[in-house]
């Protein structure tokens, strides 16, 4: 995949989500390809996991270690480049300006051509009321990092004393993409990859039926388009 106007090949993505295990369910199967195909790929994580257990015995310090491990775990198995996380609280995500500014430097720093994210909208039309704040949060603020924040000089110039240059995204994906999905990609030889990173984060999976799940999901996606497995996003082109 190239840039239309000046044909470099795409390199470095970044995958901006709100909690350990959001990338895994929604867009895996495309980074295990990326990573086969040479790509850098960072996962950026915007919140630290701390809510997710119906445990009683849990605490919010004990799961954010286990959730960090996890994520890393499956980092591995996709073969990222780096995982980062932001560690604001679970659960109360807003699209702060703080949120968008520690955004804008991960992108300045890694400089991904593509960037996949949530969207950050309530889809009423097709009935998906319902959706975890976070995840809207989460996707209100990456889109406003990677415009025009992390592309404008004059904005937060103290990355510059840095050394984080302002960097232009080429390319924006939204994951699941709805009614408006235009870019499908065929995750069919890449689904063990997927599948095995899902698992990693094993408390949060049910490990006997979440494989099937995934999979029956990237089925049904595929179905659209004449593809065994795929994963759909709304491609959006940067100038």
């Not at 949060?137 to 103290?158: I, K």
């Not at 990859?193 to 990693?200: E, G």
Request: proline share 4%; hydrophobic share 40%.
């Amino acid at each position: 995949m190239a840039d239309a106007e000046n044909q470099e090949p795409f390199s470095r993505g970044m995958v901006i989500m709100a909690h350990p295990d959001d990338a895994e369910w929604s867009c895996s199967g495309t980074v295990a390809k990326w990573c086969a195909e040479g790509w850098e790929v960072v996962y950026l994580l915007c919140t630290d996991g701390s809510k997710g257990s119906s445990d009683l015995e849990m605490t919010g310090e004990k799961l954010i270690k286990i959730r960090e491990k996890e994520q890393r775990d499956a980092g591995k198995v996709l073969g990222l480049k780096d995982v980062v996380f932001l560690g604001y609280p679970d659960a109360y995500l807003e699209p702060t300006l703080a949120l968008r500014k520690d955004i804008t430097r991960e992108i300045r720093r890694h400089k991904p051509d593509v960037v996949i994210t949530n969207s950050p909208a309530r889809d009423v039309e097709s009935g998906q009321y319902l959706g975890h704040p976070d995840h809207f949060a989460a996707g209100e603020a990456a889109l406003s990092a990677v415009f025009p924040t992390a592309r404008d000089r004059l904005t937060f110039p103290e990355f510059l004393e840095e050394g984080l240059e302002p960097h232009k995204v080429r390319e924006v994906w939204i994951a699941g993409g709805g009614k408006n999905s235009d870019q499908f990609v065929d995750v069919e030889a890449h689904m063990d990859t997927a599948v095995k990173a899902l698992k990693a984060h094993v408390s949060q999976v049910d490990q006997e039926h979440a494989g099937d799940w995934f999979r029956q999901g990237r089925i049904a996606t595929g179905k659209k388009v004449g593809m065994a497995y795929a994963e759909e996003f709304k491609r959006i082109e940067l100038g």
